[in-house]
């Protein structure tokens, strides 16, 4: 007896051969099967071009040819030919490619690095920075690849500030920390401080550029700029480098770490740092607290101070509490120190007054337990500071 | 008025171009599969495909990456190699290879390498490749043409500015009838017998024997002799090259 098939077991292989049909109708439309496929043809292209074979029926330039005109909406395939241009020389074809690809994908960052790499290879400063203007304002991502080429090729200052920069405030903070990385220029190079300038000059300067400004300055042997860039951008007192030489006099404010705010270090023994409930005035002050396991020779809570030739007058407010050992705490600034307290005192003020003769100099202001040369030395207790000044009186 | 107008006008430019400071000279383009590091900034593949180089330029490389210059040659560099380029009075490439390892293309005319105290000028449509092994030792091997200038020389990361008045004319330089252009001459004499013969030895002198090695099997390959006309030798970074026959294998083509 025979049976009769199914109508859906029938159906399902002419299904199938119809799907195939038209799979293969459309692949070899687009080329997936014929191997024209665009980005086929493309790969094909970089092969050639990247074995330097350029010219002829199967060379690169042929290759992106074939690409392009089978999807000439697509930037890339503009991008490949304008490459396979210039590398026979024919620049103003490749030009005119690149123009293209920016037309079809202005938006597109890779693009315009492609064409930031040509106006390079072509030495035209002009469209370079345009182009670069582009990707800086598309991505942060190739900062560093911009910033490299235009300093590279030796771009314009000028230019690169007002062309290739020109209102993008997150450029001209990072070609300004571009500049001054490690390595890349010294004090003797007119670019950082042309970048500053014009910063400056256009409002962009922010406090973290400013602290980083200021390190560079002070690294390079201009203690004195350093000092002022500090002052105006950086400091939170508001009479700072006024009245008191002193930031963050008053701790109110977690130091920076660098710069002319305090630099706290570590040391065993010892544990220092901002005290949120405990203050003279305000609402912080410092906290150095000693576990009684060292004879802790101190000097780890460091600020620096610009000190022009005149007298001045150290003072601090200190509170100490259960501070054990012959040896307390005290402030020092220029080999001058205050009287050192230990023991448990109420807010206590300790002054010093000192002269400085000759030129004008970064000195260094800290807070300081010298080592005990009793038998029971191992320091235990706590001190607080708050409300350190430095003032000048002549 | 006018005269006036002018002076300030030219004055105005003069300082201006004074003030600016030269843009730098284009070397070439390179490209890669992966990052190459140019100048301290990695350049992705991802960003571009090639990147121009000035002609005071040093790079390294993962992969390998070709190097078109703005004169048409070509210099293919292996893997992890590390070279700084720039260019001779003549305007010609010259490339100081740190580490790693280059294929040369002196398609326009000639090169200048410089590696491991070592100097190696191909001739116009030379082809060939130089490697620094591991121990400092180059490795030579010569596919078309010849050199014409080779041998120990103080390399510099950048060609001084009277660089080509030490070499002779052959290469570029100013000077004639010295030892290295002699001996190149003698070499591609001996070459064509050397090559034949099999080995480099059968011309006389150490120095000339080495070079007609490298020069002899160079003639022979341009003649259109099958791979085995390539030939292979090793110089150690401190002895000279040409000049120090231990640096030689004696089994070496």
């Not at chain 1, 200052?157 to 290739?164: A, H, S, T």
């Amino acid at each position: 007896m025979s049976t009769l098939p199914t109508r859906s077991s029938h159906l399902l292989p002419l299904q199938g051969v119809v799907l195939g049909v038209i799979l293969v109708s459309n692949w070899v439309q687009t080329g997936w099967l014929s191997g024209t496929n665009p980005q086929v043809l493309a790969n094909y292209g970089y092969r050639e071009l990247w074995l330097d074979h350029v010219e002829g029926p199967t060379g690169a330039l042929e290759l992106f040819r074939q690409a392009l005109v089978l999807d000439s909406a697509f930037s890339y395939r503009w991008s490949d030919l304008g490459e396979a241009l210039a590398g026979s020389g024919q620049m103003e074809s490749a030009e005119y490619c690149f123009r293209r690809s920016q037309e079809l994908a202005p938006r597109s960052p890779q693009i315009a690095v492609r064409a930031m790499n040509f106006y390079l290879r072509r030495a035209e400063a002009g469209p370079a920075l345009q182009t670069a203007a582009t990707v800086l304002a598309l991505t942060s991502d190739y900062d560093e690849i911009v910033f490299s080429s235009l300093s590279r090729f030796r771009a314009d200052q000028e230019y690169i500030l007002d062309v290739g920069i020109g209102s993008n405030r997150r450029a001209a903070d990072r070609w300004l920390l571009y500049l001054i990385g490690p390595g890349r220029t010294s004090g003797a190079d007119s670019r950082p401080f042309e970048t500053w300038k014009w910063i400056e000059s256009k409002g962009y300067a922010t406090r973290e550029e400013a602290i980083a400004w200021s390190d560079w300055l002070a690294a390079n042997g201009r203690e004195r700029d350093a000092h002022l860039v500090w002052q105006r951008y950086v400091s939170s007192d508001a009479g700072y480098g006024i009245g008191n030489l002193i930031d963050n006099a008053g701790f109110e404010r977690e130091p920076e770490g660098r710069g002319f705010d305090w630099r706290i270090a570590a040391i065993a023994g010892v544990k220092a740092g901002i005290d949120q409930g405990v203050a003279h005035s305000g609402r912080a002050s410092l906290r150095i607290r000693f576990d009684g396991s060292e004879n802790v020779d101190f000097h780890h809570v460091v600020q620096s101070v610009w000190l022009e030739p005149g007298h001045y007058r150290l003072s601090a407010w200190i509170r100490t509490e259960g501070l054990t050992t012959d040896q307390g705490v005290a402030v020092v600034v220029g080999g001058v120190s205050t009287a050192a307290l230990s023991g448990t005192q109420d807010w206590t003020k300790v002054g010093a007054e000192l002269t400085v003769h000759g030129a004008a100099r970064i000195g260094e202001i800290m807070l300081v337990r010298q080592r005990s040369w009793k038998f029971d030395n191992k320091i235990g207790g706590t001190a607080w500071i708050d409300d350190v000044e430095l003032r000048r009186v002549d | 008025m006018r005269w006036i107008c002018l002076i300030f006008a030219v004055g105005s430019a003069f300082a201006a171009a004074a003030g600016a400071a030269a843009p730098a000279a284009v070397f070439g383009t390179i490209a890669s599969k992966a990052p190459i590091t140019i100048g301290g900034a990695e350049m992705s593949p991802t960003a571009a495909p090639s990147w121009p180089l000035t002609a005071e330029d040093e790079f390294s490389n993962s992969a390998p990456a070709m190097l078109r210059t703005a004169t048409h040659d070509v210099f293919t560099f292996d893997s992890e190699s590390r070279a700084r380029v720039g260019t001779v009075e003549s305007g010609r490439p010259y490339l100081y290879l740190r580490q790693g390892g280059v294929h040369f293309n002196a398609k326009e005319g000639l090169l200048y390498i410089c590696m491991a105290g070592h100097l190696f000028v191909p001739e116009k449509a030379a082809e060939g490749s130089l490697t620094l092994d591991a121990a400092g030792k180059i490795v030579l091997r010569v596919e078309h043409g010849q050199f014409a200038e080779q041998g120990a020389r103080s390399c510099m990361p950048t060609a001084p500015p009277n660089f080509l008045s030490t070499l002779p004319a052959v290469a570029g330089g100013a000077l004639a009838g010295v030892a290295g252009a002699s001996a190149a001459g003698a070499g591609a004499a001996a070459g064509a017998a050397g090559a034949a013969a099999g080995a480099g030895a059968a011309a006389g002198g150490i120095g000339a024997a080495t070079l007609a090695t490298v020069v002899g099997t160079g003639v022979a390959a341009a003649a259109g002799a099958s791979s085995a006309a390539s030939a292979t030798s090793t110089c150690s970074s401190q002895a000279g090259c040409n000049f120090n026959p231990s640096s030689i294998s004696p089994s070496t083509p």
